[in-house]
C-alpha cells in the first residue's frame, strides 16, 4: 500500500467502519452488501478480455447484452433475493461496475414490470407480468417522443379505437412523434408500454398506456407498421440501448390498454378514473431512486479523487520543500470536502424524502390525497438538485485529479456520464424545478391568506411578513 | 436579528433565503399581472426568479435535513465531530456561494461574512486528516471504483501505466499507418 495512504488511515480520528455501517444501515446490511458484491464480482463471465472503451458501439452493445443476461439469470439463481439486489444491479454502483456504460435489460425492470403493476388490472398483470418476470418477453417504457419531453400531454402518438374490430389503431402522425430515447428498444426489447393520445368516438381522452409487440417473439423481426432502431452514440449510457419507435396503422387488441385507472369499454365508451393523480406514485418513487443514486456516482467519484490527492505530490508549497500531497492545498480541500459533504447530504436528504413517500402512499390507499402535491413538489426539487449538483461535484473532483482525471480510464468520465444524464431522464431539472415553483406560489397564496400549511413550507408563515432589517 | 455564527442561525437563514426568493418572485409576477399581462406570460417572465426560488426551497430542506439527522444519530462522539463538521461545510459552503441571496435577505450582514470565510476554511483544516477516512468508510470495493486513481492500495501510477498497456495500439510496435501514410508524407516533405 501506498506509504502516504498508510499515514492518511493511521491519523483518522474515528473509527471508519462504524461509518460505513451507519451508511448501510447497520452491520447486518454491510455484510449483505458485501456478500452480494462478491456473488457478481467474483464471476469471471463479467470479466472484459478487452477494456470495453477499445470496443466498436456495436460491440459494445453486443457484450452488455451478454452480461446483462448472465446477470439477471444469476440474480434470479440468489439464495436471498431482494429489491436491494435489484435496485444495485439497475441502478446502483455494483450495476455500474458490471456493465459501466448502461444496462440495455434496465428499463425491463425499472419502468416495464413497474408500469405493468401499476397501471394494470388484475388480469392484465396476471398474464403481462408472469410473461415479463419469466423472461418470455422484454419490455421498455415508451413515452418521449423527437418532439416532446416533459411535457406529456403534448405527446403526438395517436391509439384511435375501432369498435368494429375491438381494437386500437396506433400511429405516428409526424416525424416529431416517433418515440425518442427508451433504454432497451433499439434492439433488445420486444415489447413496450407506448403512451399515446387516446380517440375513441371521435374524442380524445388526453394521454394513456398502451401494451405493444414491437418484434416477433422467435425472430426478433419488427413487426409490419413498427419502424425501430437505435438512436446513436451520447455522451454517455452507451450501452443502454436507446432507441426510436414509430407506428403506422399497428393494431392492437382492445385488452393491451392498461386500464387499472381508466377503461375503454366494448362498443367505445369511455370511462374514466375518479382520480388520475394515483398515477403520480411510480414516477415518484423513480425520483427519490434517482436521489439515492446521485449519493453513490458521487461516493465513488470522490473516493477516486481523494485517495489519488493523497498519493499525488505537487509543486513547491515552501522553497526548497518536497513536494507537498495536493490534499495539503487549501484549494484542494476546497474541492473535494464539499463534494465528500454533499454525498451525505444527498443521502440523508433521499432518506427523508423516502419516508414522506412511504407515508404518503398509505394515506393514498385509504383515499387521501391531501399530502400528495406537497410530495410532487419536494421530489420534483430535490431530484433537480441532487442531480445537479452531482454532475457538477463530479467534474470538480475529475478537475481536482488534474489530467489524470481526463483519462478514460479514471472511471470520472463515464461517471460524469451516468450522473449528467440523469439531469435529464425523468424530468428535466427546470422543468421539474418550475413544477415545485407552482406549488410554492400556490403556497404562498395560502400563507398570506392565513391557512396552515404541511409540514415542509409551514416556514412561509413564519417568514411572510419577514423583512430583512437594513 | 443579530447575526450569530451558529448552526440555528445558518438553517433559519436558508429558510429565510427561500421565504424571500418566493415571495419575491410571488410579488414580481403579480405586479405583471397587474399591469396587464396574461397569467402565463406573467409565469414566463418571472420564471427565473421561480426556479430559484424552488432551489432555495429545496436547498433549505437539504442543508436541514443534514443538519437534523446528524443531530439526532446514535454515534460515538469522534464520529459525531466529523458528521457535524462536514454538516456545517455543506451549509457555509452554499450560504458563501449565494452570499448575495443571504445578505438580501436573512440577518447576514457584510461584516458577517469574513467570519463565515474564516469558518469555513478552519472546517476544511480539521476534516483534511479524516478525508481519506471518510471515503475509506464508503467502502467501494476497487472493481466498483474501477479507477486507477483511487484503489485502495493508493498504487496510482504503476495501474495507470498497467491501463495504458491496454490501448490496442500498444499490441504492435508499428502502426499500418506508418507505412501508408507518415512514411510518403515524410519523403513527399523532403
Known sequence: ?470 | AIWENSMDCVVKAFYQVAAGKVKSAAEHMERRAKGGMSSEDAWNESSIELVAASTAHCRAFMVEKFVETVSKSSVSRPLQTVLTQLAELYALYWLLINKGDFLMFSNLSPADVDGLQLWLEQLLAKLRPNAVGIVDSFDIHDEILGSPLGAWDGRVYERMFEESQKSPLNSEPVNKSFHEYLKPFLRSNL
Open chain 1, 1 to 470: 500500500v501506498n506509504p502516504d495512504l498508510v499515514r492518511e488511515r493511521q491519523k483518522c480520528t474515528f473509527n471508519t467502519l462504524e461509518l460505513t455501517h451507519l451508511l448501510d444501515g447497520g452491520e447486518a446490511k454491510t455484510l449483505e452488501r458485501k456478500e452480494r458484491e462478491d456473488y457478481f464480482l467474483s464471476d469471471p463471465a463479467f470479466k472484459d478480455e478487452v477494456p470495453m472503451e477499445y470496443l466498436s458501439h456495436k460491440e459494445q452493445y453486443e457484450h452488455s447484452v451478454r452480461k446483462a443476461c448472465h446477470m439477471f439469470k444469476k440474480l434470479q439463481e440468489m439464495p436471498h433475493g431482494s429489491m436491494d439486489n435489484f435496485r444495485q444491479l439497475l441502478g446502483g454502483m455494483l450495476g455500474s461496475a458490471i456493465i459501466k456504460d448502461g444496462n440495455p435489460l434496465a428499463l425491463h425492470y425499472v419502468m416495464f414490470l413497474p408500469t405493468l403493476a401499476g397501471q394494470g388490472t388484475v388480469e392484465q398483470q396476471a398474464f403481462w407480468i408472469s410473461r415479463a418476470w419469466n423472461l418470455e418477453i422484454i419490455g421498455t417504457y415508451a413515452q418521449t417522443e423527437l418532439g416532446h419531453g416533459t411535457f406529456i400531454r403534448g405527446l403526438e402518438t395517436t391509439a384511435t379505437y375501432d369498435p368494429a374490430t375491438q381494437e386500437f389503431v396506433l400511429n405516428s402522425p409526424t416525424l416529431t412523434s416517433y418515440k425518442w430515447w427508451p433504454g432497451g428498444l433499439g434492439h433488445t426489447a420486444n415489447y413496450a408500454v407506448v403512451v399515446a393520445q387516446l380517440y375513441t368516438q371521435g374524442k380524445c381522452h388526453g394521454i394513456h398506456p398502451f401494451i405493444v409487440q414491437l418484434r416477433d417473439e422467435e425472430t426478433h423481426m419488427p413487426l409490419p407498421g413498427i419502424i425501430i432502431g437505435e438512436i446513436g452514440a451520447k455522451l454517455g449510457m452507451n450501452t443502454t440501448n436507446n432507441g426510436y419507435l414509430g407506428f403506422k396503422q399497428v393494431r392492437i387488441p382492445l385488452e393491451n390498454m392498461l386500464m387499472k385507472n381508466n377503461k375503454v369499454l366494448e362498443d367505445g365508451t369511455y370511462v374514466k378514473s375518479p382520480s388520475d393523480k394515483l398515477t403520480y406514485g411510480t414516477m415518484m418513487f423513480v425520483r427519490v431512486v434517482i436521489c439515492q443514486d446521485m449519493s453513490s456516482y458521487l461516493s465513488k467519484a470522490v473516493t477516486i479523487a481523494t485517495r489519488y490527492s493523497a498519493v499525488r505530490h505537487q509543486s513547491e508549497m515552501k522553497p526548497g520543500a518536497p513536494e507537498p500531497q495536493v490534499l495539503d492545498y487549501r484549494t484542494q480541500q476546497y474541492k473535494l470536502l464539499p463534494s465528500i459533504a454533499s454525498v451525505f447530504a444527498m443521502k440523508f436528504s433521499a432518506q427523508w424524502i423516502w419516508e414522506m413517500y412511504n407515508v404518503v402512499n398509505s394515506e393514498l390507499d385509504q383515499g387521501d390525497l391531501e399530502r400528495l402535491p406537497e410530495l410532487h413538489a419536494a421530489s420534483c426539487c430535490l431530484k433537480a438538485l441532487c442531480t445537479s449538483d452531482a454532475a457538477s461535484a463530479v467534474e470538480t473532483v475529475r478537475l481536482a485529479c488534474g489530467g489524470h482525471g481526463y483519462m478514460k480510464s479514471s472511471n470520472l468520465p463515464s461517471t460524469y456520464g451516468l450522473v449528467t444524464a440523469a439531469c435529464t431522464y425523468e424530468g428535466e431539472n427546470t422543468v421539474l424545478l418550475l413544477q415545485t415553483a407552482r406549488y410554492l406560489m400556490k403556497t404562498w397564496q395560502q400563507a398570506r391568506s392565513g391557512q396552515t400549511l404541511t409540514p415542509s413550507v409551514a416556514y412561509l408563515n413564519l417568514y411572510s411578513d419577514w423583512r430583512q432589517p437594513r
